[in-house]
């Protein structure tokens, strides 16, 4: 077993530079360095929960398009990141005010959730106060 102390960072391949930041500001994260996008490194943001983001780029494929999210083929890969949060209605409300499309809705054993693409259609599931989904999983396949 390796002794994994917590998650560093999510690597996000991106296609247009300053809307993808803004995207990312908007929900609160920071651009710590850009440690040279155009050669194909990455651009770190950091949020104050210690999340950080690679924004990697600049795609040059099939921009505009989520493959693993997008077409009836489903490919391997991570489909997208959850987020942890104190109250759904913040996120809510944060992103009809910044005119972000909330693109799902799901209520799973009381537990409210949303979902919002970024510019290149990356998914984020915000997920509101409750158990971890892997206790509510685990409840729903014994019966609880």
């Known amino acids: 077993m390796l002794d994994i102390q917590r998650l560093d960072h999510v690597g996000i391949r991106i296609s247009d530079r300053e809307s993808s930041i803004a995207f990312y500001e908007r929900l609160g994260f ?17 949020h104050p929960s210690g999340l950080v983001f690679n924004l990697l780029g600049p795609a040059t494929k099939r921009q505009g398009e989520n493959v693993l999210m997008d077409e009836v083929d489903k490919y391997p890969g ?3 990141v959850a987020l942890k949060i104190n109250a759904i209605e913040d996120a809510e409300r ?5 005119g972000i ?3 799902g809705r799901r209520e799973f054993r ?5 979902f ?3 510019p290149d259609r990356n998914v984020l599931e915000i997920i509101g106060p409750g158990p971890d989904v892997a206790e509510l999983i685990a409840d729903h396949q014994h019966g609880s």
Not at 30 to 46: L, S, T
Not at 94 to 98: H, I, P, R, S
Not at 110 to 114: H, N, T
């Open 110 to 114: 009381g537990v409210m959730a949303v």
């Open 101 to 103: 499309a909330v693109t």
């Open 116 to 118: 919002v693409r970024d």
């Open 78 to 80: 991570i489909t997208h």
């Open 30 to 46: 920071e651009v710590v360095i850009d440690g040279g996008y155009d050669a194909g490194h990455p651009i770190v943001m950091r």
């Open 94 to 98: 944060l992103f009809a005010d910044g």
